[in-house]
């Protein structure tokens, strides 16, 4: 007899079995694709190479231990695709498993190291064990510590009277700069420390410059000028040079005056000048005669 071609209700794949075999097995065919048990006599087809796309796999019986050598055969290689398709699920299931176990693990370690150093950075405990931080936020200050706030004492202490040495030194040239001159100046009153002179002859505005002659007395010139210092700082009066040009701005005379002998006139005589403070100068000087039509003043340090 020829053989049957039966063909899966589940996955519709046809192949061949022998009527013989049927018979012992009771017509129960497991498919060798999808491993579905099926009765072969309720799906036989007439076999037809045009119409039918037969494959031709094992033939898969199961359930009867009397069948001939080719169900014993078939039996086999049933076992070994089985076989292999069940390791290879387990074997991903195990990976999968692992894989999934791996991830959590390593989730779980980072979540606990973001924990530590977060109490780290607030709480400033110690995260070498970090199930005792409870503890931690709880025990005492350790004696260490203790013992060695004496020592950073003093070494603030040393710290303090080296950097008071070094103002104390070098307070001459801090001075210079205005942005610590009014401390020093309220310190060197108390430690005789060195304050150096404040200098800068473009803060002395000078003012209302004049010349006049007297006709009372020939051969004299009567000057005045207003003299004010826009510095934040006292400046000791300055030196004053009259020059005397002509028309054609030639020099024919000129007069240096030293502070000391001017501030005689002032009239508040003194040697420094306080910020925002004016000094009117009147004096008497010689007439430079008539070629002197022009005259400029100059201050000198």
């Known amino acids: 007899m020829s053989d049957i071609v039966t063909r ?45 796309n037969v494959e031709y796999l094992p033939y898969v019986l199961d359930k009867f231990e009397d069948l001939g050598g080719a169900t014993g055969q078939l039996e086999e290689e049933l076992n070994n ?36 150093l977060e109490d780290s950075i607030t709480d400033q405990v110690d995260i070498s064990d970090p199930f005792t931080l409870d503890e ?13 706030l004496p020592a950073v004492a003093a070494l603030l202490l040393a710290l303090s009277l080296l950097a008071a040495a070094l103002v104390y030194v070098n307070s001459a040239r801090l001075s210079l700069n205005p942005q ?19 200098r800068d002859l473009s803060e002395i505005e000078v003012t209302q410059f ?5 006709p009372q007395l020939p051969g004299s010139i009567d000057m005045q000028l207003l003299m004010v210092n826009r510095a934040a700082y006292s400046q000791r009066l300055p030196g004053l040079k009259i020059l005397f040009t002509d028309l054609e701005q ?16 002032l009239p508040t005589p003194g040697k420094l000048m306080s910020p925002g403070q004016g000094s009117k100068i009147e004096m008497r000087l010689a007439d430079p005669g008539p070629a002197a039509t022009n005259y400029a003043i100059e201050l000198l340090d």
């Open 8 to 52: 899966c209700p589940e996955c519709q794949i046809a192949f061949r079995a022998e009527p013989s075999q049927l018979s012992a097995a009771g017509g129960l065919v497991r498919c060798g694709t999808c491993l579905v048990v099926f009765n072969a006599q309720e799906y036989i087809e007439q076999p037809d190479s045009e119409a039918l």
């Open 81 to 116: 695709v089985l076989g292999g398709r069940l390791d290879q699920a387990i074997d991903h299931e195990i990976m999968d498993a692992k894989l999934a176990s791996s991830a959590e693990n390593h989730s779980k370690f980072a979540d606990m190291l973001d924990q530590l």
């Open 136 to 148: 931690a936020l709880t025990q005492p200050e350790p004696e260490s510590t203790k013992s060695k």
């Open 180 to 198: 610590y001159r009014s401390a020093l100046e309220v310190l060197c009153q108390h430690t005789q420390c060195a304050i150096a002179e404040y």
């Open 210 to 214: 004049t010349m006049l002659s007297d």
């Open 250 to 265: 030639l020099p024919v005379a000129q007069r240096i005056i030293p502070a000391a002998e001017y501030q005689l006139y």
